[in-house]
């Protein structure tokens, strides 16, 4: 029996062929489907559509997938994600760092496993919108660059206060969601620094440090 045709599902991927292929295999199945070439686009669309979940790629141009993940989360806590990447070995676990409901191994070639995490999300996307709303969605944040001391940093602003202030960061990148009291009104503030680059195929590496020189 097919899934109700009016549940909606954004797939959000800079791939034509993943877009594409992914487009196609929830499309059979009964879904309305539609689909961004990156975050900016989803975001638009988003203005005037809000789906009942997204399929998002990673690893994007313009806008990181790590990135469009946090915005989502925040003005649409409503809304079920699941991520996509080929940078990650594949497995039941949100990778660290990630901020979706499921993740979906790209080159898996087992297309059941996402039409699954999609089923079951959905199933229970009441309790999983609470969980979105009591839990503040983590701040994403760039890597600013080295202070005076050459000490790597980066600038937070306060979901309370809104405030923002710098904080000294170690030089590992991690993917961890971290916390740290606003310097002003004490509020924890949760945060991910932006390790997009760390993540991406060695090809889109390349690309990306080929356009850099």
């Not at 989803?42 to 915005?71: C, H, R």
């Not at 959905?122 to 983590?138: D, F």
């Not at 390790?195 to 889109?204: D, I």
Request: glycine share 6%; proline share 6%; charged share 20%.
């Amino acid at each position: 029996m097919s899934n109700d045709p009016k549940t909606r599902i954004l797939i959000v991927d800079d791939d034509p062929s993943i877009r594409t292929t992914v487009a196609m295999l929830l499309a059979d199945e009964g879904y309305e489907v539609s689909t961004a070439e990156d975050g900016f686009d989803a975001l638009l669309q988003l203005k005037s559509t809000v789906p009942e979940l997204i399929v998002s790629d990673l690893n994007m141009p313009q806008m990181s997938g790590f990135e469009f993940l946090s915005v989502i989360r925040r003005r649409f806590p409503q809304v079920l994600v699941v991520a996509m990447s080929g940078a990650y070995q594949a497995g039941d676990a949100v990778p660290g760092g990630v901020i979706a409901d499921a993740f979906y191994a790209k080159g898996s070639d087992k297309p059941g496993i996402l039409l699954k995490f999609v089923a079951d999300l959905l199933k229970n996307s009441a309790s999983r919108a609470v969980a979105h709303i009591r839990q503040a969605a983590p701040v994403w944040v760039p890597r600013n660059g080295k202070d005076s001391r050459g000490i790597p940093y980066i600038v937070l602003t306060c979901t309370e206060c809104l405030r923002s202030f710098p904080l000294n960061v170690s030089s590992e990148v991690t993917s961890a969601v971290m916390e740290t009291p606003c310097i002003f009104c004490l509020n924890e503030v949760r945060y991910i620094i932006d390790f997009s680059l760390s993540v991406a195929s060695p090809k889109k590496k390349h690309e990306k440090l080929a356009a850099i020189s």
